[in-house]
C-alpha cells in the first residue's frame, strides 16, 4: 500500500486535526450489481441491434497487439464503416480490446479501466497471449489467461492476427450481442469474489479500492 | 398577463415542436454527411449516415450511468436548453407564421446570450465532475469560445447598427429583393469578420482542439457518458443548425423555406468543412492569437465603416 492512502491524522490550514483515510474517504465502496434488462422483449432486442451496431473501443492498447488497431482507422480497413469508433475515455467506451499480451502492471491498469466502463461492456481478447500466455507462457510477470481476471467475450487467436481477423472477431461479437448472450458485465457482478480474488492473487500492490466506480 | 396568455397563439407550440423534430433530423444527417465526406478527403469510407442515430439509442439504452453531484447532471441539460432556445427564439423561416416559432423585437441580444449559454453550463458541470482533463479541456474550450465569439459580437452589433433594429425579422425583411441586397454585400466586413468566428464555434480543425480526442482525451466530457452524453449529441445536432440560422438570417437573406433553409445551412457548413480539411490544429494559444489579429480588427473596422 502506497503511503498517501494510509489511514493518518493530517493538520488543516486552520490548524484542526482531523483524520483521513483516502481509500474511504475518496472511493464509493460499493460493489457492481446485476442489472437485468428491464424492458420488454421487443426494445431489449431493439437496443441490442444498436449495442453492437455501435461498439465504442477503449483506445488503450495493452501489449503488442495494439500496433494491428492503427490499419483498422485508416484507408485500407476503416473499420468505422462498421460503426466501430474509438473513445479515449472509459466512460464512453463499451468495448475493451485486450490486445496481446498482459503484464501484472497493465492489468491492474485494465481493471481500473474496466469497471469505469458502463454497462453492458465487452471485452475482446486479442492474440494466444490472452488465451494460455502464447509465446510468454513461462514468463514471471504475464497473466496467463485473460478468462480469469475479466468476462470475455470473444478470443481472436493468432500471434498477431492480422486486421482482417479483428474484423471478422467484431463481427463475431456483433452477433453474440445481437442474441443477447453478451452479457460480461453481469457475470462479472455475479462471480465478483471470484473474480477479485483472482486479481488480487497476482497484484500484490493493490492499492485501490475493490471496485472502481 | 391574461390579455398576454389570451392573445398567445397556442398553435405556436406544436408548431415548435415540429421545428426541433425537423432540425434535429436535419442536423442528425448533416453531420454524419459532412464525417463522410471527411472521411472521403482522407480516403475512407467513413461512418454510415445513421450511424449517429444508433450512437444516440446505443447510449440511452445503456444500463448503468453514475453522477458526480447536481451540477453534473444540469450540464447536458443547460447545453440542450441552450440548443433549443435559440432554436426557438430566432425566425427560423422568414415570413413563415409557423415557423418563426417565439422570435421577438430584441431576439439578436437573446440569441447571442443562447450560444454562450450551453458552454456555460457545461463549463459548470464538467466541473464537477472534478476530472482534471475535464478541468483543462474547460479553460481551453472558454479561452478559445470568447476570442471567436469576440468577432461575431462585433459584427452582430455591426449589422445591428446598419439596420438600426434587433430584430431578426426585421433585419431579413431588410435583405429581401435579390442577392445584392444581402447584408454579406452591403456590409462585407460584418460578414467576413462572422464568418471567421464561425470557424472557431464549430469545432472542427484547425480549431477543434478542445474537443479532439487525441488531445486531453476528448476535453470537457471526459466524465459524461450514457444518457448524460446522448443529450449532448443531441445538442451537437440541433446547435450548429440552429447558429447557422442565426447566420443564415442575420448575412445571407434568410431563408423563405425549408428547402432554401437546408440548402443554405449546408453550405456554411461546408465552409468550416474545407478549412478543416485542409488545415491542421492550432494549439489554444495560437487560435486565440489567429482571432486576435486576423477576425477582430474587422469587426471593428466594420462598426467604424458604418
Redesign the interface.
Same mark, same amino acid.
Given at each position: 500500500m502506497k503511503e498517501e492512502l494510509l489511514k493518518r491524522v493530517v493538520k488543516t490550514p486552520d490548524g484542526q486535526e482531523i483524520e483521513v483515510e483516502p481509500l474511504l474517504d475518496y472511493y464509493c465502496q460499493e460493489g457492481p450489481t446485476v442489472?437485468p #434488462?428491464?424492458y420488454t422483449a421487443i426494445i431489449e432486442k431493439?437496443?441490442n441491434w444498436?449495442?453492437s451496431?455501435?461498439l465504442?473501443i477503449l483506445?488503450f492498447g495493452t501489449g503488442c497487439g495494439a500496433i494491428e488497431m492503427r490499419p483498422l482507422m +485508416? &484507408?485500407r480497413f476503416?473499420a468505422?464503416?462498421y460503426?466501430i /469508433?474509438?473513445? #479515449? +475515455?472509459p466512460? /464512453?467506451s463499451?468495448l475493451f480490446v485486450i490486445s496481446g499480451y498482459l503484464s501484472v502492471k497493465t492489468l491492474k491498469r485494465v481493471i481500473r479501466s474496466y469497471e469505469q466502463m458502463?454497462? &453492458?461492456k465487452y471485452v475482446v481478447g486479442l492474440g494466444s497471449c490472452t488465451i494460455n500466455g502464447g509465446m510468454y507462457w513461462d514468463s514471471y510477470n504475464t497473466i496467463k489467461r485473460l478468462d480469469d481476471y475479466l468476462p470475455v467475450d470473444v478470443y481472436i487467436a493468432g500471434c498477431m492476427p492480422r486486421p482482417e481477423a479483428l474484423l471478422a472477431g467484431f463481427e463475431e461479437l456483433k452477433k453474440i450481442i445481437r442474441a443477447g448472450k453478451a452479457e460480461g458485465?453481469n457475470k462479472y457482478a455475479e462471480n465478483f469474489e471470484w473474480y477479485k480474488a483472482n486479481q488480487k492473487s497476482v497484484i500484490h500492490d493493490w492499492d485501490m479500492p475493490d471496485y472502481n466506480? | 398577463m391574461m390579455q398576454a396568455l389570451e392573445s398567445f397563439n397556442w398553435m405556436r407550440i406544436p408548431y415548435a415542436l415540429l421545428t426541433v423534430f425537423i432540425v434535429f433530423n436535419f442536423g442528425f444527417l448533416m453531420n454524419a454527411t459532412i464525417q463522410k465526406i471527411a472521411a472521403r478527403v482522407g480516403r475512407r469510407h467513413g461512418i454510415p449516415v445513421w450511424q449517429n442515430y444508433v450512437d444516440l439509442i446505443k447510449n440511452y439504452a445503456l444500463r448503468t450511468s453514475i453522477t458526480h453531484g447536481v451540477m453534473f447532471y444540469l450540464g447536458p441539460v443547460f447545453r440542450l436548453s441552450g440548443g433549443i432556445g435559440l432554436l426557438l427564439f430566432v425566425p427560423i423561416i422568414y415570413g413563415s407564421d409557423m415557423f418563426s416559432n417565439f422570435s421577438f423585437t430584441g431576439d439578436l441580444i437573446l440569441a447571442l446570450y443562447f450560444v454562450f449559454f450551453g458552454t456555460l453550463g457545461m463549463a459548470l458541470g464538467a466541473a464537477e465532475s472534478g476530472h482534471p482533463y475535464s478541468a483543462i479541456g474547460i479553460t481551453r474550450g472558454l479561452s478559445q469560445m470568447t476570442a471567436a465569439e469576440l468577432p461575431f459580437a462585433l459584427a452582430v452589433y455591426s449589422v445591428a447598427l446598419q439596420y438600426q433594429t434587433l430584430s431578426i425579422t426585421d433585419i431579413v425583411a431588410a435583405q429581401q429583393g435579390g442577392v445584392l441586397h444581402w447584408t454579406v454585400f452591403t456590409n462585407p466586413l460584418a460578414v467576413a469578420a462572422a464568418m471567421l468566428s464561425f470557424l472557431g464555434s464549430m469545432m472542427r480543425p484547425p480549431f477543434d482542439v478542445v474537443l479532439a480526442p487525441q488531445e486531453i482525451p476528448i476535453g470537457p466530457p471526459t466524465e459524461y457518458h450514457s444518457s448524460f452524453l446522448a443529450m449532448m449529441q443531441t445538442n451537437r445536432a440541433l446547435f450548429p443548425v440552429a447558429k447557422m440560422a442565426v447566420y443564415t438570417s442575420l448575412f445571407f437573406g434568410g431563408a423563405a423555406s425549408w428547402p432554401v433553409f437546408f440548402l443554405k445551412v449546408f453550405l456554411l457548413y461546408m465552409w468550416s468543412a474545407f478549412v478543416g480539411v485542409v488545415f491542421p490544429r492550432f494549439r489554444v494559444e495560437q487560435s486565440i492569437r489567429w482571432f486576435l489579429i486576423w477576425a477582430v480588427p474587422l469587426g471593428i473596422i466594420s462598426i467604424l465603416l458604418v
Open positions: 442489472q #434488462p428491464a431493439l437496443f444498436a449495442r451496431e455501435s465504442w483506445g +485508416t &484507408p476503416d468505422y464503416r460503426g /469508433q474509438w473513445r #479515449p +475515455t466512460r /464512453q463499451n458502463q454497462g &453492458p458485465a466506480w | -
